[in-house]
Nanobody, 124 residues
């Protein structure tokens, strides 16, 4: 089992920044690719970004490219999501997930473990 706990959500004005963290415990962190997903009110969950076990490969949904950055610190068993130039449409519950393939996560496949999520609200 892998336990995932997100933190860092909150209320921010449009154009502002937030950094989300996802702390993992349980099995070996480097066994897993990590991803961030979000679900806005009334919408389906969508892929945001993912990173492979080493941090050497990352993937992003087009709507966040150039604004969001995923990274991981394997020594701290933590994955981060730096969100800049936030927009109202970024408002959602952001959840991290662990799985076998960062690339598979793009298509919402292969997530084995989930955190409970953290709410990000961007005011316009």
């Amino acid at each position: 089992q892998v336990q995932l706990v997100e933190s860092g959500g909150g209320l921010v004005q449009a154009g502002g920044s937030l950094r989300l963290s996802c702390a993992a415990s349980g099995r070996t962190f480097t066994n897993y690719a990590m991803g961030w997903f979000r679900q806005a009110p009334g919408k389906e969950r969508e892929f945001v970004t993912s990173i492979n076990w080493s941090g050497g490969r990352t993937y992003y949904v087009d709507s966040v490219k150039g604004r969001f950055t995923i990274s991981r610190d394997n020594a701290k068993n933590t994955v981060y999501l730096q969100m800049n130039s936030l927009k109202a449409e970024d408002t959602a519950v952001y959840s991290c997930a662990a799985g076998g393939s960062a690339q598979s996560m793009i298509n919402n496949h292969g997530m084995d473990y989930w955190g409970k999520g953290t709410l990000v609200t961007v005011s316009s």
